[in-house]
């Protein structure tokens, strides 16, 4: 796999909508452009902000902010920190994923 379809493969994708960034859909008036993000979290996609308010009741339930500064993590403290996160259930989990990716 090669990096540009290891980029494309980790696309957003919104929380509500299931629709991938950069991909149209003109059924749902989704025009392929830059999802938004959870600015709490970080860690959840929204195609707008009518679909983040129609899935709130199921993420807020999940949605805390970042702990983690993963720019200054190694790959040691990445892994580490993702055996621990997935183990415990960790709301940080996408930023180790985020930086073991980089």
Same mark, same amino acid.
């Given at each position: 796999m090669n990096a540009a379809t290891a980029t494309q493969s980790f696309a957003p994708v *919104? &929380?509500? @909508? =299931?629709? $991938? +960034? !950069?991909?149209?859909?003109?059924? =749902?008036?989704? %025009?392929? &452009? %830059? =999802? $938004? /993000? *959870?600015? /709490? *979290?970080?860690?959840?996609? @929204?195609?707008? !902000? !009518?679909? +983040?308010?129609l899935q709130w009741k199921i993420h807020k339930k999940n949605c805390k902010p970042s702990s983690l500064d993963t720019t200054k993590m190694d790959m040691d403290h990445c892994t580490k920190a993702l055996k621990s996160a997935l183990y415990g259930g960790s709301p940080d989990l996408y930023f180790i994923i985020k930086r073991v990716r980089e």
């Open positions: *919104c &929380s509500y @909508y =299931l629709v $991938k +960034q !950069g991909t149209p859909n003109p059924f =749902l008036g989704y %025009s392929g &452009s %830059s =999802l $938004k /993000r *959870c600015t /709490r *979290c970080k860690g959840a996609y @929204y195609m707008d !902000g !009518g679909a +983040q308010k």
